[in-house]
């Protein structure tokens, strides 16, 4: 290995809540980033966050995706948060366009509907706030993926040419914390 090769060497397996500038979109307070067996976590320090008190996640998780190591490279926490972000977005792209990000196998996607769903803070019945979610399998590499209804329509042309037309940009901001950022333009 070569001394350039050296950063490439400490990649961070995993850590511990860290804290990172950006609030919580459900309340606005801090939040801290986990990384631990390929999965990054952003959570609330305040609230129970999207997930609510899931024993997989850490409390009050907004964000749970996977993130391989080699995204951890070089990169402090709130990169690592803006790289993930852009890698979903892309993944979603392509669900949305029916063809599996990983093997390009067939996505099947349809509409989950909670039938029991309870209004007020997470839902014990499906461990969510939201009562509708898009739902993506992959039948060849059995990768899923889900996200809310409103955050499929975010990618739409029209969706986004509508924003852009009102000087707000649907793209990740150069502080990469991912939020509708305002065109300077
Ligand atoms: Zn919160
Ligand atoms: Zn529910
Ligand atoms: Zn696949």
Redesign the pocket.
Known sequence: MSASDTRWASWPRSFEATPIDDN?S??G?PTTLTYRDGWLFLS?T??E?FFGDREDFPP?TNIATTFDPGGAAGREPLEMLRAARLRAQWAFECSLEGVCNTCSGPIEARLDCCPDHASDGVCPTCERRKRAMAQFTCPVCKQHRECSPWGACLLHPAVVAFFYDRDVLLTHSPAGVGEPTRASR
């Open positions: 919580c459900l309340c307070a609330c305040a609230c966050g009050g």
